[in-house]
């Protein structure tokens, strides 16, 4: 089980699926492609179930957020050597509408 608190988690959807992404850049929890379908990555129960990342490789400061009124993620991680802006979304063709969306 992975020793993250929940709370270092963000939540990506698609009105279909959802994956967890922690601050550092590591999607821990990925369902495909429905939210009762089996993980694809589940590092969040097991740090051997698998993940994806892409981060710096030195220390950063790391700051992120939803871009407004969306499940829009903007990682940005900032280093002696320059700032990198990562811009997570999970998007499929044709998403259905969501109940509620506008």
Known sequence: MSTRPISDHALLGDCRSA???TSDGSVDW?????FDSPSIFARLLDENAG????????PTEITR???D???VLETTFRGPDGTVVL??????PSPPRC???R
Not at 30 to 34: A, S, V, Y
Not at 51 to 58: A, L, Q, V, Y
Not at 87 to 92: E, F, G, K
Request: hydrophobic share 40%; net charge positive.
């Open 99 to 101: 109940p509620g969306a």
């Open 87 to 92: 811009v997570d979304a999970l998007c499929r």
């Open 51 to 58: 993940h994806w990342s892409i981060r710096p490789t030195r």
């Open 30 to 34: 990925l369902c495909m492609p429905r």
């Open 19 to 21: 994956a967890l992404v």
């Open 69 to 71: 009124d969306t499940l």
């Open 65 to 67: 957020r939803y871009l």
